[in-house]
């Protein structure tokens, strides 16, 4: 009995067909010879292993025999092409090119900071300690931001990183004085809600979109805005004079620190120059008595560490009698400056014998020490 089938492929260089099969063809072939036969000649033995049959979208074996009962007359069969793999796993599909494989494996950028996310988080935060602002608050001379708590105590415990190293004590930072916007309340003591300072005379918030400065004189930190529309010579807020030199930019620009960096160097070297001058002059320090005593710079004894400072007030130095060593005997400072020369036998206690007591120190007696070809003589206290 003949068999009657459709056969269709979605391939527009096949065709569709319906075919009918006589008993012998059913007996003796397989779908195998029916796919050669619906292939091109020149592409049959190439492409054969590329096409397959379907049969209500399940596949078939290319060794299904005709007489299958799966293929029932009036069936439909599907002739469909594989899909071209790579290695059979799915992954590489030999459409790849090296640079994919250098892309997968660079180092990926860094992502970009928001500079409006970065310039509100330096007026919000310590430049230290990364906390919330909290009064007191001060400033160095290059405009960085502290909680005064927070750099007293990196100090003391010696813990202020490199960047900060030209802080040295409580004479680098500036007390400064901020003005609370309204309402503005911290909901406790590690966290704050928004922006809690302002400028006190045009509103703007300090949150890093503008300029604010602070004046060193007096501490109050406002708006280059309010400074530069009120033009003034004393502070808006307290109307203390102040100087150009006297404002220091708050959390500038690279460029703008550099320029601030420049003149703490210049005012740290005219602050040097001065005490230097003041010591060629012999300028001395107020004592306790109110009379100014002279600088005079005492030579260490020998055989000590440390150095003993005479201070000798110029009323005493002009009445103190002279020896005949040109020192004053009062004091034991000659006129030159210099201190008299220690000796044991000076400070001899009472009931000892001074040659004795001066023996002890290798000052007060030197010998003659003589060398050989086997050792050398050293002196005692000094091997």
Known sequence: MDLQIFVQSPDPLIASQTLTLTPTQILTQTLHHLKLSFLPNPLTESLSSSFYFTLNGKPLADSTPL????????????????????????????????????????????????????????????????????????????????????????????????????????????????????????SDKNAVTGTRFQCPITGLEFNGKYRFLALRNCGHVLSAKALKEVKSSACLVCHEEFQESDKILINGSEDEVAVLRERMLEEKGKVREKKVKKVKNGEGEVGANGEESVGLQVSRLSGTKHGIHVNVTAEKMVSGKLEGNGNIASGG?????????????????????????????????????????SCRSLPLGRN
């Open 333 to 373: 400072v000659g006129v030159n400056g210099a201190a008299k020369r220690f000796k044991a036998a000076d400070m001899t206690p009472a009931n000892a014998t001074k040659e004795v007591y001066a023996s002890i120190f290798t000052s007060s007696k030197k010998s003659n020490f003589k060398e050989t070809y």
């Open 67 to 186: 007489k299958s009962p799966r293929i029932a007359s009036l069936s439909t069969l599907v002739l469909r092409q594989r899909l071209p793999g790579g290695g059979g796993d799915g992954g590489a599909t030999g459409a790849e090119s090296r640079d994919c494989y250098l892309k997968m494996y660079a180092e990926r950028k860094p992502d970009k900071v928001d500079p409006n996310e970065q310039k509100l988080s330096k007026s919000a935060n310590c430049a230290l300690s990364n906390e919330p602002l909290r009064e007191p608050c001060v400033i160095d001379r290059l405009g960085n931001v502290f909680n005064k708590e927070a750099l007293v105590e990196a100090l003391l415990g010696k813990k202020l990183p490199k960047e900060f190293g030209y802080i040295k004590g409580l004479k680098d930072m500036i007390n400064v004085k901020f003005s609370r916007v309204p309402g503005a309340v911290e």
